[in-house]
Every structure is written in structure tokens, then in C-alpha cells.
């Protein structure tokens, strides 16, 4: 089998630090090369590095790329303008960023033909609405004219898989394409991956932390850390017998989440929806009249008894992250009660629910987003502590609970003074959950705390969760998509599908012998690690 692209002792450097260190592996034709290590190892650093796309600061220290023999780094940048979009094609982490928002995902698709390919008009369209068919878009010629706002997260990661595969490349470099998505829809881009890998006899350098996603997927494995590969081996090879500790330490945590919790006594409760609705009116024509509804949440009733964490789990729009909201009295409740601790608060007003702002938190999907990139940690968690009136009014008093939150998160007290930017999405989300237990709440809503991190740094926030909720007898109403977390993070779970829950109880109940078709249809596209590994 010929070799597609080979990089050899490729170092990278910023001033005097070693960013990669001599990293060299190949990649064959038709071959699925899974790349895999934790956020910071040097896995996207090396995409880019085979894109030419690195930052100015950054410099190839020693080394070479090269594509079918023919080294990267001595094309002027006209030619290598050439191969990017062409010979390789890249498919992001995050679609929304990477596509255009004010450009109809048609004519973005269509702009990478027309530079490459010199195509025109009808041919132009017509070879767009082939990709779309291509790569599952429904009614391909309707989306062409939509932006990307209009489409789904499943649908948009398409488009860019059409992007990517507009020129017929001869690599495709997938950087982490199905993190952000839910477990149904993540099942279908794998799919649709390897069936356009069969069908085009396609190379593909994928880049992810999911172990499990590499079981399925790869036919050969590497592991980075620290700029360096530390494995190399066949896919079932590295199943079967991992060599070096770390990657023995990323399947054991990858196989974490199967460890499940005890089943709870019953408890007093300290949140109870009963009927919730949330319907969104849907309006048109020039006065803008309210044609229909779209019911985001449709009859929703469970408990969260104190001390104790509800999962709710379903696809991308399912009406999760809406429920959390309503509960937070951050939208419009159309129906339905929110009592906490017995008090109905749907019908109070801003002021009156100003105590209850101090009792209920939040920590968001994504950490980097939530936090004032103006603002130094220490302020971002003073905020809600003054802005609540909660940790003492003096300013010094305050430093001592912010510098006692940082350390209750495993995070360093001399932290308090820098910025967001300067931290990991590890560290960001700690620093989202001191900032929501600045306050003293009895109740957190986490919104996919955990969906944008790798797979080690997942298992220690999930422990740090688990952990604060034994010293402080929180509340949790854990928010997600990913099955395989909820058996170690909850003691319930309730399923969601179009706005409805369609099964509810004991996690162990529900993972070992779910009813509703709904919920083994979830359980069954989960992406698994083979079992060979559990011994």
C-alpha cells in the first residue's frame, strides 16, 4: 500500500520552547490514522503544521512533510495554496465557527469548486447539490440557500465534510469533527466517514480523545503527549496490548464512566417540575403574526431530591438546555410549576427572585464563552459574590473565600490575578464551577459541563463534582448528551426526545434495561471500547 503523506522528525518551536519533538509516523492509502491524546499533546499543532497554517511565532525547527514524496515545505506559498482544499481538505472541530454566517452554505461550498476546479454556474450548483446528496443533507437543493443558523450541528458538520471533500482530496485531516455532537448524530458522521473512506478510497489523519471512537474507526493508532508520540501500533493491536503507561492510563479512564453509583434512599426534595411547557411563537409575513409554536418543552415533570443528581439526557434540540433555563427563570415559562423547596417560582417577579438567583447556579458547555475575557479570575468570581450579596462584604474577606474556592477546585490561590485565556478548557471549567459555588447554591444546573473536554480532563471534573457534592450536599441537574458519563456522575436519569421525557428512574434500571425504543436506540449508537479491553 503506498504511502499518502510521511512526516519525519518534525519539531516545532515558539522562541526557545519545543512545542512537538521529532513526531514521524505515515499514513497509507485509504487508511484511517487516529491521532489521540489529551488537549495541549500536539495533535491539532501537527494538522496544522501539515496545512502550512501555523502561526507566525511558530517555526519548524527540523523535519519534513511530505505528500505522495513530494516535501510541503518547499512549495512557495502560491503552490501550496494549491493543495490546501485539493491534495488535503480539513474538517474542523467546530462548524458554526469555521462556516461563514453571513454566507448561504451553498456558495461556501460552491467557493471551494470554482477556485479549484473552474467550475461555473448550473455545473457549479449541480456538482453542490451532488455533495449534499453525497454526504446526507436532506432536500439538498432547498439547503443550498440556507445559512448556517438555519441548519442543525449534525448538518452543518455535512456541510463541512462536503467542504472538505468538494476537490476530491487525497487527505482528509478530521480535527475532533463529531466532540461537540450527540451520540445519534455522531454515529451518522462516523458512518458517513467511512463509507465515503470505502467508496473513495480516501486517506483520513482523525484526530480525537475519544478511545472508543478510535475503536470503531482506525486502523491504525498513535499517542501523543508532551509534543511526542509515545505508541504507535495497529488498531487492534493497541486494544488488545497498549505498550507504554499512558495510553494503559487513557483506556482505564476511558473506561471510567462504567463504574455506576450506589442507588440513593429517597430524600427530602429540593426542586419539583411538574408540566412544564415552553412554547416559542412562530412568526411571519411583514406584521410578523404568531403562525404556530415551536414547543421546545412539552409537559415536562421530575424531582431532584437534595444532595442528589438527575441526568437528563437527548439529542442536540430535544429541549434539555431549554429546561434549564426556565428553571433558572431565564425564559418565559409558557405553563407549568418550578417549586423550589416548595415555592412555586414561575409567577415571581426579578426582585423576588433575587434569593433564589443565590440558591440555583449554573456551570455552561463551554467554559471559554462564559467567562469576561476582561475580567482577572478573581474578579470574574467576586462578581456574583457581591453582585448577591454573599461571602462577606469586605473586600479582604472575600479574598480569603475566592483564594479557598480556587484551592476547593484544585486550582492554585496566586491564580486569582491572571486571565481566562492563560488557562486550559480544563482549568476555565473549574474555574466556571468556583464561580458558581461562590455563592453557597443547593443547586447547580450543568449544561454539558464536560462535552468539549478530553477524555482525562473529563474524569477529573467529574470527580470534582462528585467530590464537592459529598463535603457541601449540592444538587446537580446534569444536562448532557453523553450516555457513558451518566452511570458515574448520577443517581437518576430522565430521557428527552422533542421536547418530552420518554423514560425516567434509577440510572442502573435504565442503562441495563431501558423500555422506551427511544433510549436503546441512544445506548446502541454510543460509540463503545471492545471488550477485550474490560478485563
Known amino acids: 500500500m ?103 452554505v451553498g456558495k461556501q461550498v460552491a467557493e471551494v469548486i470554482e477556485i479549484h476546479l473552474g467550475l461555473k454556474k448550473e455545473a457549479l450548483k449541480a456538482k453542490v447539490v451532488s455533495l449534499f446528496t453525497e454526504v446526507g ?80 474507526m482506525a486502523d491504525r493508532v498513535a499517542v501523543m503527549r508532551h509534543g511526542e508520540i509515545l505508541e504507535q501500533a495497529a488498531c487492534k493491536t493497541f486494544f488488545d496490548n497498549p505498550q507504554h503507561p499512558y495510553s494503559k492510563s487513557l483506556l482505564k479512564e476511558a473506561l471510567g464512566g462504567k463504574e455506576s453509583r450506589e442507588v440513593p434512599k429517597r430524600t427530602e426534595k429540593l426542586l419539583t417540575v411538574k408540566d412544564l411547557k415552553v412554547y416559542f411563537p412562530i412568526k411571519k409575513g411583514f406584521f410578523q403574526r404568531t403562525v404556530g409554536h415551536v414547543k421546545a418543552v412539552d409537559g415536562v415533570t421530575f424531582s431532584i431530591p437534595k444532595g442528589r443528581t438527575l441526568a437528563l ?39 423576588a427572585l433575587k434569593p433564589y438567583r443565590q440558591k440555583m447556579q449554573v456551570v455552561f458547555q463551554d467554559p471559554f464563552s462564559a467567562l469576561d475575557p476582561r475580567m482577572t479570575i478573581g474578579e470574574i468570581i467576586r462578581e456574583g459574590m457581591v453582585s448577591l450579596e454573599s461571602g462577606g462584604k469586605e473586600k479582604a474577606l472575600q479574598d480569603e473565600v475566592i483564594k479557598e474556592l480556587l484551592l476547593k477546585v484544585e486550582l492554585k490561590p496566586e491564580y486569582v490575578h491572571r486571565y481566562p485565556h492563560e488557562f486550559s478548557g480544563g482549568q476555565r471549567q473549574r474555574i466556571g464551577i468556583a464561580r458558581a459555588l461562590a455563592v453557597e447554591p443547593e443547586l447547580i444546573i450543568c449544561d454539558e459541563p464536560t462535552s468539549a473536554l478530553d477524555v482525562s480532563v473529563r474524569a477529573q471534573v467529574l470527580q470534582l463534582l462528585k467530590k464537592l457534592q459529598q463535603e457541601s450536599g449540592v444538587s446537580y441537574l446534569f444536562i448532557t448528551h453523553d450516555l457513558s458519563i451518566v452511570p458515574v456522575v448520577a443517581d437518576e436519569v430522565a430521557v428527552m426526545k422533542e421536547g418530552r421525557i420518554v423514560e425516567q428512574g434509577y440510572v442502573m434500571d435504565i442503562m441495563k434495561d431501558p423500555k422506551h425504543e427511544y433510549t436503546r436506540k441512544l445506548l446502541e449508537s454510543a460509540p463503545k471500547l471492545p471488550k477485550e479491553i474490560k478485563r
Not at 17 to 34: M, R, W
Not at 62 to 72: E, Q
Not at 176 to 204: F, G, H, M, N, Y
Open 2 to 104: 503506498s504511502s499518502i503523506l510521511s512526516v519525519e522528525n518534525l519539531s516545532l518551536k515558539v522562541q526557545k520552547e519545543e512545542l512537538l519533538k521529532s513526531v514521524s509516523f505515515e499514513i497509507k492509502k485509504g487508511e484511517i490514522f487516529a491521532l489521540v491524546g489529551e488537549s495541549g499533546s500536539g495533535k491539532s499543532l501537527t494538522s496544522l503544521a501539515i496545512m502550512r497554517l501555523l502561526p507566525d511565532a511558530i517555526f519548524v525547527s527540523s523535519g519534513d512533510i511530505k505528500l505522495k514524496n513530494r516535501s510541503l515545505f518547499i512549495l512557495p506559498e502560491s503552490q501550496m495554496q494549491k493543495v490546501r482544499g485539493k491534495s488535503i481538505a480539513m474538517i474542523f472541530q467546530e462548524p458554526m465557527s469555521a462556516l461563514n454566517p453571513v454566507m448561504t
Open 137 to 216: 443533507i436532506k432536500e439538498p437543493e432547498e439547503r443550498y440557500h440556507w445559512y448556517p443558523h438555519q441548519l442543525s450541528g449534525g448538518q452543518k458538520q455535512r456541510v463541512m465534510i462536503a467542504i472538505a471533500l468538494a476537490c476530491e482530496p487525497d487527505l482528509l485531516i478530521a480535527d475532533e469533527p463529531t466532540t461537540a455532537l450527540d451520540v445519534t448524530i455522531q454515529a451518522d458522521i462516523l458512518k458517513l466517514l467511512k463509507k465515503i473512506r470505502a467508496q473513495r478510497d480516501l486517506s483520513i489523519l482523525f484526530i480525537t480523545h475519544d478511545m472508543a471512537v478510535v475503536s470503531q
Open 313 to 351: 439526557v437527548g439529542e442536540s434540540g430535544s429541549g434539555k438546555s431549554t429546561i434549564g433555563q426556565a428553571i433558572l427563570s431565564l425564559v418565559p415559562i409558557t405553563s407549568g410549576t418550578v417549586k423550589f423547596e416548595d415555592l412555586d417560582l414561575s409567577g415571581l417577579n426579578q426582585r
